[in-house]
């Protein structure tokens, strides 16, 4: 999957768990980019990605991120293991 592809499918977990059709992330959105992202939020978006890409983050991966594009490089990283 091409980081466009892997992208697109993020767009859609995120209006999905914000409920927001017209919500645009791009690689510099964060939590205060969102108003609704909280921490019950952020679990539903970890887990829904999670179980969309088929792949697994650790606490130390999640802790790392400052971003939506360092999450979509990471989650890049994880899928060619």
């Known amino acids: 999957m091409i980081r466009e ?3 697109g499918k993020l767009q859609e977990i995120f209006r999905d768990i914000f409920d927001d059709e017209t919500l645009e992330i791009s690689d510099s959105t964060n939590s205060s980019d969102i108003d609704d992202w909280d921490s019950i939020n952020h ?32 989650m890049m990283v994880k899928m060619t293991k």
Request: hydrophobic letters at 60%.
């Open 43 to 74: 679990i539903n978006l970890v887990v829904a990605i999670e179980n969309e890409i088929h792949i697994k983050f650790s606490f130390d991966d999640l802790a790392a991120l400052k971003n939506v594009g360092a999450m979509v490089d990471l």
């Open 5 to 7: 592809e892997l992208f």
